[in-house]
């Protein structure tokens, strides 16, 4: 496996992850193209910390804890393809618990907060995950993806399901009738 598969599947744990929690993928997508900073980006967060709110309304806590997940999804993503490879998401575990502290009042409530975060990005990976494949081995193909091309591979997993069901034998339902 090479970095860049690693790598592919690590920014795919966002993008899905953003995806599932309605965070916005924004114009410049996802991209397993190398900078000086890191091997690859999904411009999400960066938006968002930019546009941070001084007031912290439900809406905006929840939204926070949701860029958390999402942060955290890409490590989660990255491990589950490749068990013990090095950690790329220092920057994403950091990300992570500076907006669970904002909203935090102590250490240990930020400490549980981004525990909580973490067993929720499992979660969604576990969930989603032939939708990250998917996201994964488009963006090893095409390097760059906006928002509607990973939304299309999405959409061809579920029309290849919905075909595949379609050609399954229907079976009658089971269950309990009564007559009155």
Not at 25 to 32: A, S
Request: aromatic residues 6%.
């Amino acid at each position: 496996m090479s970095e860049e598969e690693t790598t592919a599947y690590h920014e795919a744990g966002h993008a899905v992850a953003a995806f599932f929690l309605n965070l916005d993928i924004g114009r410049h997508g996802v991209t397993i193209i190398s900078t000086e900073d890191a091997l690859g980006s999904a411009h999400i967060l960066r938006r968002f910390k930019e546009q941070l709110d001084v007031s912290v309304s439900p809406r905006n806590h929840l939204k926070i804890e949701n860029y958390a997940i999402m942060s955290l999804a890409g490590n989660v993503a990255q491990q589950k393809f490749r068990p013990g490879s090095e950690y790329a998401g220092h920057q994403d575990l950091l990300d992570a618990a500076d907006l669970l502290d904002y909203i935090s009042g102590s250490t240990s409530e930020t400490q549980a907060r981004i525990n909580l975060a973490q067993i929720k990005a499992e979660q969604l990976v576990d969930l989603h995950w032939k939708k990250i494949t998917a996201v994964a081995e488009a963006l090893l193909r095409h390097k760059t993806m906006n928002s509607a091309q990973v939304l299309r591979c999405f959409q061809s997993l579920d029309t290849t399901r919905v075909q595949k069901s379609k050609s399954k034998t229907r079976r009658k339902p089971r269950g309990v009738f009564i007559d009155h």
